[in-house]
């Protein structure tokens, strides 16, 4: 498995402002999720990252609106940009457990926008 | 597309008593199928697998069977806690997929 921590644990943002998320790994990783729960609702995927590489983008979700970053193995940020009410969600980090199918998650990130 | 159906959306059980949480993956080439539990305020975590080459697994009070002609599988949960409690999701995916689809969550409340 791998611990996985994700920064803010939480935040209330007011619309058209940007907010970065991290998600830190304790080991390196090759496949770097990141998912979208809206309340009471089941996870929806957003991009998958890979180190070196541009991330892959889900139907529905564009690089302007999300932007991604992934510097290093261990490490990556998701930005919410612009952001408007219904925004408002769980983001979750998720990594890859040794290139197999198994997928472990962050605590998420809990936004509220006003 | 790819779609996992889970069933039901609510399930209420007395304290030591079963629960069953069914799932229908609509994908033939899905051949990984995880269980997650989120508590409240939680991340997802994981607490069973079961791959396509068998047919049932156990651990402890946790156990997943799977029918891959019906493409069904369900998580079974005996002598249930109040600590049980929680949301459930199935999910299927496939080697070398690298995406996972996963179901609706299953909100699980065990009465003491």
């Known amino acids: 498995s791998a611990v996985i921590s994700q920064k803010p644990s939480r935040d209330i943002c007011q619309r058209g402002t940007s907010l970065t998320i991290q998600c830190q790994v304790d080991s390196q990783v090759t496949m770097m999720f990141w998912y979208r729960q809206q309340p009471g609702q089941s996870l929806t995927l957003i991009a998958t990252?890979?180190?070196?590489?541009?991330?892959?983008?889900e139907s529905g979700f564009v690089i302007d609106k999300f932007p991604i970053s992934r510097p290093n193995l261990t490490f990556s940020t998701l930005t919410v940009s612009n952001m408007s009410p219904e925004d408002s969600s769980i983001y979750l980090c998720s990594v890859d457990a040794g290139g197999r199918e198994t997928q472990y998650f962050g605590p998420g990130t809990r936004l509220l926008v006003l | 597309g790819e779609n996992v159906e889970q069933h039901p959306s609510t399930l209420s059980v007395q304290e030591g008593d079963s629960a069953v949480i069914k799932c229908t993956y609509s994908?033939?080439?899905?051949?990984?199928f995880p269980w997650y539990k989120q508590e409240l305020g939680k991340g997802p975590q994981l607490i069973i697998d079961i791959r396509s080459n068998v047919g049932e697994k156990k651990d402890q009070r946790i156990a997943v069977t799977l029918n891959k002609t019906a493409k069904h599988f369900s998580l079974h949960i005996t002598e249930t806690q109040p600590e049980d409690s929680a949301v459930y999701f199935c999910?299927?995916?496939?080697?070398?997929?690298?995406?996972?689809?996963f179901g609706a969550g299953t909100r699980l409340f065990v009465k003491a």
């Open positions: 990252a890979n180190q070196g590489s541009e991330a892959t983008y």
């Open positions: 994908d033939s080439a899905s051949n990984y």
């Open positions: 999910a299927a995916s496939y080697t070398g997929g690298f995406k996972t689809i």
